[in-house]
T-cell receptor, first 108, second 114 residues
């Protein structure tokens, strides 16, 4: 069945460094969403991408949807300790599914 | 915005007992809610889709007799873990779709079966 993998699974960065997580699908996605889950918390919606090649920015976060709509990325510029958490991509197939997630640790 | 309330946030129960988790949409009606389970350091896995007024749709490998889902109204879905065992200990979380705000998640329930 459809599967979405995220890489890397874990990432440790020094505060101020950039961070990128990638979401790759074996099939074409109709849309992709990104969520952030803080340790012990619940997923919080960040953004949805729908169009091929779409790029959206939220302050230090840049989201991209691939031309083939099979991959997506989330890039954080100059990470801060508040960026700590697990970032999930999610997609709507027959239901709503999450990718495998990337856990980000920011070292002050 | 869309708010989903989930209760309880934490529960400890004895092996063999049943636990009910409630998920309420506070300021919108949700014809469909989703139930997920998350084991430590893993992704959220969809367990079932709860449909108001009809039977839930379970994902492959999820025992429908063990995880009872009831969606009796447009604002409430419940998940009952029956005859809980230690391996059912997990983080359970619900979500609902509201057109203007996308998918909104409850705050989750951490279940510990002892």
């Amino acid at each position: 069945g459809q599967q979405v993998m995220q890489i890397p699974q874990y990432q440790h960065v020094q505060e101020g460094e950039d961070f990128t997580t990638y979401c790759n699908s074996s099939t074409t996605l109709s849309n992709i969403q990104w969520y952030k889950q803080r340790p012990g918390g619940h997923p919080v919606f960040l953004i949805q991408l729908v169009k091929s090649g779409e790029v959206k920015k939220q302050k230090r976060l840049t989201f991209q949807f691939g031309e083939a709509k099979k991959n997506s990325s989330l890039h954080i510029t100059a990470t801060q300790t508040t960026d700590v958490g697990t970032y999930f991509c999610a997609y709507t197939g027959n239901q709503f599914y999450f990718g495998t997630g990337t856990s980000l640790t920011v070292i002050p | 915005g869309a708010v989903v309330s989930q209760h309880p946030s934490r529960v400890i129960c004895k092996s063999g007992t049943s636990v009910k988790i409630e998920c309420r949409s506070l300021d919108f009606q949700a014809t469909t809610m989703f139930w997920y389970r998350q084991f430590p350091k893993q992704s959220l896995m969809l367990m079932a889709t709860s449909n108001e007024g009809s039977k839930a749709t379970y994902e492959q490998g999820v025992e429908k007799d063990k995880f009872l889902i009831n969606h009796a109204s447009l604002t409430l879905s419940t998940l009952t873990v029956t005859s809980a065992h230690p391996e059912d200990s997990s983080f359970y979380i619900c979500s609902a779709l509201q057109e203007a705000y996308g998918y909104t998640f409850g705050s989750g329930t951490r279940l510990t079966v002892v």
